[in-house]
């Protein structure tokens, strides 16, 4: 058997522990010699007792126990170990007859059980399943956490390069009352900046005032951005408040400015700068308190080449120039982004398998976070369980990654404005551990590279495993 502190010394900081509690010596063996030959850490014990006093020394990533013992049977143990540390991964040996027995103990918190007698890779797949559900649920609790990091933020949501620089001018400019002009693809959460904006400034106990400048009619623009009196026109029946009126005190967001009528451009330009605006019909002019945030899917300055966007308000509107990076040029990202909107849509325990991930991360998405959201709601209703697998994703979406990964199109989808090669580099080290349930020796094996090479690497990218056991 081995003591504690054996286990300790044997223990290397990269491989996943596993305890084995079994008082059959020779079954104790052949387990042990299984998953060292796999790659883990192995300690055993003869006993309950002892068992229970090697997980208090060493908090093994996942304990193997018989349940049937002498003294303190398997039941026991699970109990022990459950009240000391409730997310303890504990699989359960059991003779062939006795799976009731199992069950129960599943629900009394077990993970999973095998039943005597076994072969190796039965054992083996259901120790790596096991891992791999204790990986997917540590990265669950660091989601969450950076999530929490993002209250601030409203539901603006990422922990990116490119997402942290948009946090800082936000945090820069929000209290402030200089325009912004926010660019960026369509989906991409323009408006959810532009709401961070305001509710971090003076201004957040003012209204919020948005209005689709694509979405209204030419011939009506004008009376919804500045109002109207009874009779300007035919059917003006009554007076009308504007949207700018609407948000006095507050904040004016304008999106898709880019598509606003060149001849209504210099009104909007006079009431930016002369802070006036003039309803339509009416000869008396109103003061205007609004902030003016703006966003556009288009290119503003080759529209001004185009003659179709006017300069001046272009330089009036973009004091704070903003932009908002497509999903794939944050695919870092994509983690966060579905566990805040398994949250959103009331199913914060939805995880995402290995695979999956590797698919979500891999796909170029063309509608950015927006199509993002409608595919995790649409995967939480047609949902079996609250693992969403490779299987559970669409056929376009499979379909299309495996397109872009293929060996004539290259082993990864680069986007067109670059790509870091250290970031890729880091990818690549986490997802060949992940792959080899972070086992060194295979990992570096996968990638044909010397073992002390991926070392070098892992410490040089700060690359550490889903759960460290402290001795």
């Known amino acids: 058997m081995s003591s504690s502190s054996d286990f300790r010394e044997s223990n290397q900081p990269m491989k996943p522990t596993i305890l084995i509690i079994d008082d059959d010596t020779s079954l104790r063996r052949v387990l042990e010699y299984n998953l060292q030959e796999a790659g883990y850490a192995v300690g055993t014990a003869a006993s309950g007792e002892e068992g229970l006093r090697l997980f208090d020394a060493v908090a093994p990533n996942l304990v193997i126990t018989d349940m ?44 999973d059980y095998i039943t005597k007698p076994f072969n190796r890779d039965e054992l083996r797949l259901t120790v790596a399943k096991a891992l791999q559900f204790c990986g997917l649920a540590v990265e669950n609790k660091r989601l969450k956490r950076e999530l929490a990091d993002r209250v601030d933020f409203g539901a603006m949501v990422g922990s990116s390069a490119a997402m942290e620089k948009v946090f800082q001018v936000v945090a820069k400019v929000a209290d402030t009352e200089a325009s912004v002009l926010i660019t960026g693809e369509s989906g991409t959460g323009k408006e959810l900046v532009a709401r961070s ?60 400015v880019g598509e606003l009528p060149l001849e209504l451009q210099p009104k909007l330009l006079r009431a930016l700068q002369e802070r006036v605006i003039e309803p339509v019909g009416s000869a008396k002019e109103l003061k205007l308190d609004v902030r003016v945030v703006a966003a556009t899917n288009r290119d503003v300055e080759q529209s001004i080449a185009d003659g179709t966007f006017r300069e001046d308000l272009y330089y009036r509107l973009a004091v704070i120039p903003l932009h908002l990076p497509p999903l794939r040029q944050r695919r870092d990202d994509i983690p966060l982004l579905l566990k805040h909107f398994c949250v959103k849509h009331k199913a914060p325990q939805v995880i995402f398998d290995t695979q999956a991930m590797a698919l979500l991360t891999a796909y170029a998405w063309p509608g950015n976070v927006r199509e993002l959201e409608n595919l995790v709601e649409r995967l939480l209703i047609m949902r079996n369980s609250d693992t969403i697998t490779a299987g559970d994703l669409t056929d376009k979406l499979r379909k299309s990654t495996t397109a872009t990964s293929s060996p004539s199109a290259g082993v990864v989808t680069l986007p067109d404005d670059g790509y870091s090669l250290e970031q890729l580099e880091h990818e690549v080290v986490v997802q060949s551990l992940e792959r080899n349930n972070w086992n060194q020796t295979a990992a570096a094996r996968f990638l044909r590279i010397p073992r002390h090479t991926l070392i070098y690497r892992m410490e040089k990218y700060g690359i550490n495993p889903p759960e460290k056991v402290h001795s």
Do not use: W
């Open 68 to 111: 049937k013992m002498p003294g303190m049977d398997g039941m026991q143990v699970l109990k022990a170990i459950k009240e000391k540390s409730p997310e303890a991964l504990v699989i359960m040996i059991t003779a062939f007859g006795t799976v009731d027995v199992a069950v129960e103990a599943m629900k009394a918190g077990a993970y």
């Open 197 to 256: 904006i305001h509710i971090r400034s003076s201004r957040k106990n003012g209204p919020f005032v948005a209005i689709n400048c694509a979405a209204i009619p030419r011939d009506l623009l004008e009376s919804e951005l500045f109002g109207h009196v009874k009779g300007a026109f035919t059917g003006a029946i009554k007076d009308k408040t504007g949207k700018c009126a609407l948000a006095d005190g507050g904040t004016l967001f304008l999106d898709e």
